[in-house]
């Protein structure tokens, strides 16, 4: 009888590893770590190796699983991704920091906030400041929108956020709206103009870049 519930445990305990494996394979073999994760994305983009240098939690994330968006750095590129976002590539911009938007909003509740980082800032940099210009004329019959952005050191990075001035009831607000929720699908070469500036600890100004 003993005989019989151990091959009848072990059975079951094989159905279980061949039920986990089926379902590790529907969700696309999800690795253990969000930064594995990363990683491995790079590889099947054949993109190089990078050093993560920013990990932000992202409320609308949070709602489906791994909350984590990363930002990682190779000598070409900048990498950013999260487990439901697109692996994006951006060229690193050899004349200074790279400005790059996260794969997904901050947060979404109660307003729309979208995530920018400035990466391979000056190392004597204290804090940033990222003035950013909503072309919203030419597409929506509206005035451009200004955004002054205090920028968060993030160790090898700066972290912006940004969230509409406008209230979304407006033709005004909704086109903003809509400018900012876009963002997030922007790619290299397609970021409105913007002026990022750095500063020491004294407030000194260090250098400043725009697109």
């Not at 090898?156 to 699908?185: I, K, N």
């Not at 922007?186 to 870049?209: C, K, Q, V």
Request: hydrophobic share 40%.
């Amino acid at each position: 009888m003993a005989r019989k519930h151990r091959l009848r445990a072990l059975r079951n305990g094989l159905l279980c590893v061949l039920l986990l494996a089926f379902l590790w394979q529907v969700k696309g073999c999800p690795l253990p770590t969000a930064e594995m994760e990363f990683h491995r994305r790079e590889r099947q983009h054949l993109a190089d190796e990078s050093e993560i240098v920013l990990r932000c939690e992202s409320e609308a994330e949070g709602w489906l699983g791994e909350p984590a968006m990363l930002v990682g750095v190779a000598a070409r590129t900048v990498h950013t991704a999260s487990r439901t976002h697109r692996f994006n590539v951006w060229p690193k911009n050899p004349d200074g920091p790279t400005l790059v938007v996260l794969p997904s909003e901050l947060a979404l509740r109660p307003v729309l906030v979208v995530g920018l980082a400035a990466v391979e800032p000056p190392e004597q940099a204290e804090t940033a400041r990222l003035t950013l210009t909503l072309p919203l004329e030419a597409a929506y019959g509206e005035e451009d929108v200004r955004h002054v952005l205090t920028g968060r050191r993030e160790g090898e990075a700066f972290l912006f956020r940004l969230q509409p001035q406008y209230d979304d009831a407006t033709s005004r607000g909704r086109a903003e709206f809509a400018e900012v929720m876009s963002l997030t699908h922007r790619t290299a070469g397609g970021l409105p103009p913007y002026e990022l500036a750095f500063f020491d600890s004294g407030g000194g100004h260090i250098a400043s870049y725009t697109n």
